[in-house]
């Protein structure tokens, strides 16, 4: 059987994107199953005074595909996986720049449904808080194992979470089953909390750009 992996995420964060595609890559190559499950950035930053006002307005941004990921997770999470690639691609490898303000996300919402086959009513709850209490419980179930320090992705690997791993270029094959044999050793000691060094790059968006593959 299958050894499960969970995944929380947002849609915007490039990070997590990186590190999606990642996992996915050591699916094919792991007796893994990973299951995607939506989190916040909008939720992380709320009530964050340092944000200039860039940045406040791209978390605006962020709560329609959030809140959406939600909804979906809630009634069809076996589509939420499809909805990521396909939304994620939209933002990051087509399109690679942040929009700001709400309702930014309306059209590729609308276009990643329509792709996956989701109902276009999945996209009313962009602009409404009609799931926010959904979207805050599948959030907090992520900082609740990790902590509240922490940004996206959270991975749940043999029952330990943590943040990340955060990277940079997306490894293929071999490397990738070896990049996740590795971050499970570090997830399932328990005296293990950091380890950590600065970001010289922003990751790349596709499999195997570069030195990635």
Not at 15 to 41: G, H
Not at 113 to 125: K, N
Request: net charge negative; charged share 30%.
């Amino acid at each position: 059987m299958a050894e499960p992996v969970k995944f929380w995420f947002d849609v915007m964060c490039p990070f997590a994107w990186a590190t999606s595609r990642w996992i996915k890559e050591a699916e094919k190559v792991r007796d893994i199953e990973v299951q995607f499950v939506p989190m916040s950035l909008a939720i992380l930053n709320d009530g964050n005074d340092d944000q200039d006002d860039d940045h406040k307005k791209v978390m605006e941004a962020a709560w329609g595909p959030a809140r959406v990921f939600a909804k979906v997770a809630d009634e069809e999470p076996n589509k939420v996986d499809a909805l990521y690639t396909a939304m994620g691609t939209k933002v990051h490898v087509e399109e690679n720049d942040h929009r700001q303000g709400f309702g930014a996300y309306d059209d590729i919402i609308a276009a990643a449904l329509e792709e996956v086959g989701l109902d276009a009513s999945y996209a009313e709850v962009a602009n409404t808080d009609a799931v926010d209490e959904k979207l805050k419980a599948f959030h907090d179930e992520a900082i609740d194992k990790v902590g509240d320090d922490v940004g996206t992705p959270v991975v749940e690997m043999k029952g330990s979470a943590f943040f990340g791993p955060v990277i940079t270029r997306i490894p293929t094959g071999e490397k990738a089953g070896a990049l996740f044999d590795a971050a499970v050793g570090l997830a399932v000691d328990p005296y293990f909390f950091e380890l950590k060094r600065t970001r010289t790059e922003m990751p790349e968006a596709q499999v195997g750009e570069k030195s990635g593959d």
